[in-house]
């Protein structure tokens, strides 16, 4: 089954010494909520495109968001599907010509993809109860 959330908050470390980041998904509508630590860079881009920045070039998210868009697919939703070995996995669920498509990828670019925008996010129950 799964579970809607959404992207709670972004944690940006960017001290000389120390470089981390991380995001918190919590349920929608519920109290359950836990992190995913990310690249910095990711970090940045998620931050990016929900504040609406643009950039004067197309970054690597804002790419995907184009070439989406240029082959009529719509980013259906995310979802986080697994967690193995501590590495959570996702995927983008893509609508074209009315059919799902699945694409694997990173959590934290998933995310990034469908930032600032009202692309659902879901983890799978079998995930939230390995991390709540």
Same mark, same amino acid.
């Given at each position: 089954?799964?579970?809607?959330?959404?992207?709670?908050?972004?944690?940006?470390?960017?001290?000389?010494?120390?470089?981390?980041?991380?995001?918190?998904?919590?349920?929608?509508?519920?109290?359950?909520?836990?992190?995913?630590?990310?690249?910095?860079?990711? /970090?940045?881009?998620? @931050?990016?495109?929900?504040? *609406? !920045?643009?950039?004067?070039? &197309?970054?690597?998210? +804002?790419?995907?968001?184009?070439?989406?868009?240029?082959?009529?697919?719509?980013?259906?939703?995310?979802?986080?599907?697994?967690?193995?070995?501590?590495?959570?996995?996702?995927?983008?669920?893509?609508?074209?010509?009315?059919?799902?498509?699945?694409?694997? /990828?990173?959590?934290? @670019?998933?995310?990034?993809? *469908? !930032?600032?925008?009202?692309? &659902?996010?879901?983890? +799978?129950?079998?995930?939230?109860?390995?991390?709540?």
């Amino acid at each position: 089954m799964l579970v809607r959330m959404h992207l709670a908050r972004i944690v940006i470390v960017d001290a000389d010494e120390e470089k981390m980041s991380m995001i918190v998904l919590q349920e929608h509508n519920g109290q359950r909520a836990f992190p995913i630590l990310i690249g910095i860079h990711e /970090a940045y881009a998620i @931050d990016r495109r929900i504040r *609406g !920045a643009s950039p004067p070039r &197309p970054m690597t998210h +804002d790419l995907i968001d184009r070439l989406l868009g240029e082959l009529d697919c719509e980013l259906e939703q995310i979802v986080i599907s697994e967690l193995r070995d501590s590495t959570f996995f996702a995927k983008l669920v893509l609508r074209r010509d009315g059919r799902l498509i699945e694409i694997d /990828a990173r959590p934290s @670019d998933a995310i990034a993809v *469908g !930032a600032g925008t009202e692309t &659902p996010i879901y983890v +799978d129950d079998s995930v939230l109860k390995e991390v709540c």
